[in-house]
Every structure is written in C-alpha cells, then in structure tokens.
C-alpha cells in the first residue's frame, strides 16, 4: 500500500506565537511555548531544527510516499525553508504558503496555502475572502484549521458556495475531541471539501495507541461525508513525542472496522488526486532488526 501524510510540519527555528506570546525553539526538542516549557519535538531533535532530511528519513522508514507540508501560527513563517524541502525533494513533498494576517503572503512556488483560520488576527473569514480567490484562480488548494465546532463553518461554507471548484482540504479532523465537529465534517459534502485527520492521536492522547474512539470518529465521519473525502495527516513531528512516526497510521491498518478498500482511500486514494500527487514511487522496504 501507498501512503501519503496530508499533514506535516518542518522549520528552520520557531518565530511564531502564542496568543501575543513568543514561541521559540530550544534544545532537545524543547520550545519556549510563550512562557511555558514544552516538549514540542522528540528529544533527538537536539538542535531546535525540524529538518526534511529528518522526515523522509522517518516517511522510508515508515513507508509513506508522500507528504504535505503546512505551517502553523506557532512555528511562524517557514516558507523559504518550505521552498528549499521541496527543492530537495521535489516528487517527495507538496508545500503551502503560510498565510498570517498582517504579512504578504505569496503563492508562487507553492502548491497551496495554509490558513490557521482558528487563530486569525482579526475573526471573520469573509474578511480573507481574496485569499480563497487567489488561491482559487492559481490553481491551489487550502489547507484550513478551523475554530471548534462550526464557530466559522458558516462563513467558510459561504466561500465554498461562492468558489465551488476551489480545492479545500479541513485540518485536525474537524477537532474531532470538541462539540459540534460533525459539522466541520459536513462541509465535505461539497464536491471539492476534503477532511485530513493531522492531530488526530493528539486529540485522542489520553485514550492512546491504538486509538479505538479515534477509528470510530473516522467510521462516523465516512457517514456523513463519504469514504472518499477523508486523509489521514500525521502532525509530524509533534505527535511524536508521544509516539513514533508509524504509529501515526499503523493503528488504521490493524484496526478490523475498517475494509481494505476504505484503508487505502484514507491512506493514499483521496489524499492523491486531492493534492495531485502523480510521480510517487514505491519505496524498498527494509527489515527491522527486531
């Protein structure tokens, strides 16, 4: 099976923020996380570098093909570095622009654009509406983390009616753990609104591996939108302080409440003709020792 991740992180050093709070990295995988200490990477990240080399070091290792790369509010504006993953590993990697209000924003050399829309500057989503049209008439898609429940999912339905062939891609699985989710997940029922699941083992941390609550979300989810309009997103590599990286999907794997057929479109279909990915390659797998 092939496997693609629809939702990843990478940068050079952390320049975002915390409410109005800096967020900064530090060694051994510790991020002055606006005044408070925290474990924001594996400890082995020593250096505060959240490398590509390092990702696809873990996707072969893991067995995922592909990746998309997103940013955050929290890790600031990374998309030089984005750029220079993507120079690397061209056939490897679909990058997003990160958009934060108040700064210019590009979509050139970009396959889409990010929007922490839950953490916007200034609430309203209508108010960034040019940003969905620019994206719409480039010919990229979004990625959006949207406020819990359908604080926002309002307005962004109004884009979608207005823009119905812009490709939208709902991150965090509709905050699946928050009241309301489901009408995140409603809003793929629009022909071109997917949902990836990046946070997913984070949202279910206290249950944990191998996440039974979270593949009953993910069955709940197929009935209200459909099997072909959920990704799986592994959160890379915040998730894996607490897990490994093939951790992330192996529980959709074992799990029996899931067919085969509906394995790989959350695995790989959806997510490929979503993000078009079209030159991946099968990787080779080599044995673990153990």
């Known amino acids: 099976m092939m496997i693609i991740d629809a939702h990843a992180h990478l940068w050079k ?14 060694n051994n995988g510790l991020s002055d996380f606006g005044g408070e200490i925290k474990q924001m990477m594996p400890p082995y990240m ?28 929290m890790d600031g504006n990374q998309n030089e570095y984005f750029k220079l993953a993507k120079a690397k590993y061209p056939t490897r990697f679909k990058i997003c622009s990160f958009f934060d209000e108040g700064e210019g924003y590009t979509l050139d050399g970009f396959d889409g654009i990010k929007i922490c829309a839950c953490k916007l500057k200034t609430p309203g989503l209508l108010k960034h509406f040019n940003v969905f049209e620019d994206a719409y008439k480039s010919g990229k898609f ?14 962004l339905e109004e884009i979608i009616q207005q823009l119905p062939d812009l490709k939208i891609a709902i ?3 509709g905050m699946v753990t928050r009241e309301g989710w489901q009408k995140q997940i409603e809003l793929a029922r629009y022909k071109n609104v997917f949902v990836e699941s990046g946070g997913i083992t984070w949202l279910f941390n ?17 009935e209200i939108c459909g099997e072909g309009k959920l990704m799986w997103g592994s959160d890379y590599p915040r998730t894996m302080v607490e897990i490994t990286y093939k951790m992330s999907y192996d529980f959709i794997l074992k799990t029996d409440k899931m067919s085969d057929s509906f394995k790989n479109k959350f695995l790989f279909e959806n997510a490929k003709g979503f993000y078009g990915f079209d030159v991946l390659k099968e990787l080779e797998k080599i044995e673990n020792m153990l």
């Open 206 to 222: 206290s249950e944990f591996y191998p996440y039974p609550s979270a593949v009953d979300a993910i069955l709940e989810a197929a």
């Open 46 to 73: 020593i250096n505060g570098e959240n490398p590509p080399e390092m990702l696809i070091a873990n996707m072969n290792y893991a067995g995922v093909n592909g990746a998309v790369i997103v940013g955050e509010v």
């Open 13 to 26: 050093t952390q320049t975002g923020r915390r409410d109005n709070l800096p967020v900064r990295t530090l």
């Open 171 to 173: 991150g965090h699985f």
């Open 142 to 155: 979004v990625c959006i983390e949207l406020e819990d429940g359908d604080r926002q999912t309002g307005e």
